[in-house]
Structure formats: structure tokens, C-alpha cells
């Protein structure tokens, strides 16, 4: 598994997780040129120092998950669905036809956060290569995302910011009690303490909520329960990367289920733990906000 998340302090500069769908090519003579196009593209981009290349297979699993179809047509909010499940920040898709005698490439680079779209084109006579064309893309795309990061990627909210944006959401007189309990497991070298369940209880209580657990007198108006896990997944020179995924369940204290949600993430760090547990963390944080909406007595 291989998508990455930039974390500013380690990574300069910003490095991209980056996710190549198949490219069009319906014109006959020209089916298998599509995938192939892919394919030379995401070996092309995955040499780029700030670009990190989701795998193609588990991208494709993510994909018929979700019954999502890989093809040059996707569109903006599609790309948005595809960087949730993969933790992509950069799409790139397109087309492969022919006019005349020459053959076209054209990709667009797509932020799943932003819906920033960008286009690229290559063109060659009828007898040029399609790894000749390719590479002359690659480049190109390479290009795009290095001047367009920004534009691309959303504005990174810092720790505060978030805080103090999901409290100006709350009745602060009127929060319920909750307890987080979500054991973890790194596919790795052992890592200690619960990194999603620490975030987790730290934005609750932060927000004005009271915590309990089981040491606790009282019982949780709100119980959250889940489970995560964190792995290794690549290493780029001195930097490493950890894919973490949470899923939870919010019980009522009378056992209805009020919210079943789950998050992907990936970190960057030069140390595997360091990258597995900010994975975790990011990972918990977008949850947390998005549970937080629903604990209401």
C-alpha cells in the first residue's frame, strides 16, 4: 500500500499522494492503449521525488468497492469519493484517440480536495511511441502538480483551528458524556499506546465534553467503540510512510446505534512509529469531527 499524506515539518517540499485511473481509449485499434498509458505513466511519476504513486491494485479494490468505474471520464466528484477511500490528493486521468494520422494524450490532473482541474496534452505522428509519449507526459504532469500544489491541495487547518471551529458547532451547556475505547494494532514493529483513542478523547474533551471510562461512576450517554490498525507502506529516501484505517460504532446509552463511520489516512515521517501514529491520528481526527455532529442526548 503506498499513499501518503504531507506532513509539512518532515517533507519539503509538499509530497503528493497521487493516484493514476485508467485512460480512455474506446477507438478500435486503441482499447489496450488506455491501461497502458496508465500503466507507463504511474512507473513515469512514481521516479518523481514529490510524488507518491497509489497502488494500482489496491486502488482498483477501493474502486469496485465502491463501484466506482476507472475511466478517462471521472469527474471532479468522483475524484472527491476516490481521495477518501485512498487518501489520494491528485487524480490523473484522461483520454487516448487518434485525428488523422496522429495520436493524442490528454490527462487531467484533478485535487480531490479542491476540484482544481488542470490539463495536459501530448501528440505524436501516427508512428510515435506510446512510451516516447508517455514520458513527454509524465513530465508534464510532474510539472503541473509542483507549480499547482496549492491550488490543488486543500489549505491545511492546524490543530486550534479545528478545535475551535468544531465548538462554535456545540451548545457547550448542554454535551453529553461519552467514553472512547479503540484498541489499535501496527503491522510492524510493536508500537505502544492508542494513538486514534488519544486523539479521539483529546478533541471531546477539548470541544467541552466529559469523558468516562470504565473507572467512571457514571455511565456514557455516548459509548464509541472500534477498532484501527496502522502499517507500513513505503520509503522514499530518508522519509517513510504508514497507512492507518479506524472504524467505529456509536452506541446510545439505550443501545441504538447512533453513527457507524470509518477513515483511511496516511502519514509521513522519517520513523515508522512516528508515521504510523500520526497516521492514526489524522485518521481519528476526521472522525471526530464528523461524530461529533451526532452526539446529541
Do not use: W
Not at 497521487?18 to 511519476?45: C, H, Q, W, Y
Not at 476507472?70 to 485512498?86: D, R, Y
Not at 495536459?120 to 506510446?130: L, N, T, Y
Not at 458547532?169 to 499506546?193: C, M, R, W, Y
Request: with cysteine; proline share 4%.
Amino acid at each position: 500500500m503506498a499513499i501518503f499524506v504531507p506532513i509539512a515539518v518532515h517533507a519539503e517540499p509538499q509530497i503528493l499522494p497521487t493516484a493514476i485511473l485508467d485512460f480512455e481509449s474506446k477507438e478500435e485499434g486503441m482499447r489496450d492503449l488506455g491501461p497502458k498509458v496508465s500503466t507507463l505513466l504511474n512507473a513515469l511519476l512514481s521516479a518523481d521525488p514529490n510524488l507518491i504513486m497509489v497502488k494500482r491494485a489496491e486502488l482498483e479494490k477501493l474502486m469496485g468497492e465502491q463501484e466506482l468505474g476507472l475511466s478517462g471520464t471521472v469527474s471532479p466528484e468522483t475524484a472527491a469519493k476516490v481521495g477518501h477511500l485512498t487518501g489520494a490528493k491528485v487524480l490523473v486521468t484522461g483520454r487516448v484517440f487518434k485525428v488523422n494520422k496522429e495520436t493524442f494524450i490528454v490527462a487531467k490532473v484533478i485535487g480531490t480536495e479542491t476540484s482544481r482541474v488542470y490539463g495536459e496534452m501530448v501528440k505524436g505522428a501516427g508512428s510515435s511511441s506510446v512510451s516516447d509519449l508517455s514520458g513527454e507526459l509524465a513530465k508534464k504532469i510532474a510539472a503541473t502538480i509542483g507549480q499547482k500544489g496549492e491550488t490543488l491541495v486543500a489549505k491545511i487547518e492546524t490543530r486550534p483551528e479545528r478545535i475551535e471551529r468544531i465548538k462554535k458547532t456545540l451548545k457547550a451547556d448542554n454535551l453529553p458524556s461519552v467514553s472512547v475505547k479503540i484498541p489499535e494494532v501496527h503491522h510492524g514493529p510493536q508500537i505502544t499506546d492508542p494513538a486514534a483513542e488519544t486523539e479521539f478523547g483529546l478533541i471531546l474533551k477539548e470541544c467541552g465534553f466529559k469523558l468516562v471510562d470504565e473507572k467512571s461512576a457514571e455511565k456514557a450517554d455516548f459509548e464509541i467503540t472500534g477498532e484501527a490498525f496502522s502499517a507500513f507502506a513505503l520509503r522514499k529516501g530518508n522519509l517513510i510512510s504508514c497507512k492507518a484505517r479506524i472504524e467505529i460504532k456509536v452506541h446510545k446509552s439505550n443501545g441504538d446505534i447512533a453513527a457507524v463511520d470509518r477513515q483511511t489516512s496516511v502519514a509521513v515521517d522519517i520513523t515508522e512509529p512516528t508515521a504510523a501514529k500520526t497516521a492514526l491520528q489524522n485518521a481519528a481526527a476526521e472522525l471526530a469531527e464528523r461524530v461529533i455532529a451526532k452526539l446529541k442526548n
